[in-house]
């Protein structure tokens, strides 16, 4: 079904696959059956997207982008698993994005308004949030979840089962192989935190206040020699009505793997 959508004479759009009004086709490329795809999406010159995916409205995608294809995952057998994208993303040159398996929810996520720059890789069962960008050839592993506004640098690589937590963010060629704190600047081949992202937070707009209390909030619980059993026992003190800092004690405290420090 592609009814007002524009359609190049070479692509390769399934009989299955539903396209809206406004959206257009270039040429060789493929859509498969159980693809939606939003209204005013632009699909570029030899981009393949596999079904089952639903991507929502004005999401552009650049040439051989390759978006719900079979997770990478020896145990996957077939099953049926989805893709599901929210809308005004981009996803840049040779992006691939993987369907869900059925052990890990069956669901691969990515939310709205993210950038994906060339090269990267969002595995099978990841959680993207909206307004994450990913510099050229950022990779998650399966089953990761990244929150709102992080952003993940070039050739940067996430360890299956991390979190990055919202607006942290990840300098280039970084090795995370635990969660990745908010508000942070994460950094390195063997990964350190270097503080709160002061620079980020002031260019989107975070208040001086808050900055200033996420600041005194990483020292106690990073710099002050407390347990963090202690340091959260502190900050509830000191910073008690920061929602800021209350999510980066919840993210500490709900990790699996251990925050990078």
């Known amino acids: 079904m592609s009814g007002g959508a524009t359609i190049h004479p070479s692509a390769e759009v399934d009989a299955g696959a539903s396209l809206a009004p406004g959206t257009a086709v270039h040429a060789f490329s493929v859509i498969g059956p159980g693809v939606v795809l939003g209204p005013e999406c632009v699909v570029g010159p030899h981009a393949t997207i596999e079904g089952p995916t639903e991507i929502g409205a004005r999401c552009r995608i650049f040439p051989f982008a390759s978006l719900g294809t079979a997770p990478q995952d020896l145990k996957y057998g077939g099953e049926r698993t989805q893709l599901r994208i929210g809308d005004d993303n981009t996803f840049r040159e040779g992006v691939t994005v993987n369907r869900g398996t059925v052990g890990g929810g069956g669901v691969t996520r990515i939310g709205s308004s993210n950038l994906l720059m060339t090269g990267t890789h969002v595995a099978h069962d990841c959680q993207v949030g909206s307004g994450v960008i990913f510099a050229n050839a950022a990779t998650l ?110 993210f500490i405290r709900g990790s699996q793997r251990g925050v990078i420090r």
């Open 141 to 250: 592993a399966g089953h990761v979840m990244v929150e709102d506004g992080a952003t993940i640098g070039a050739f940067s690589g996430v360890h299956q089962f991390c979190r990055v937590g919202r607006h942290a963010y990840i300098g280039g060629y970084s090795v995370i192989t635990q969660d990745a704190m908010p508000y942070v600047l994460t950094v390195g081949n063997r990964a350190r935190s270097f503080g709160i992202n002061v620079i980020g937070l002031e260019r989107k707009q975070f208040v001086p206040e808050t900055i200033r209390a996420l600041k005194q909030a990483y020292r106690i619980l990073f710099r002050s020699r407390l347990t963090l059993e202690a340091a959260f026992e502190r900050l509830s003190r000191e910073i008690p009505d920061t929602p800021e800092v209350g999510a980066l004690v919840e």
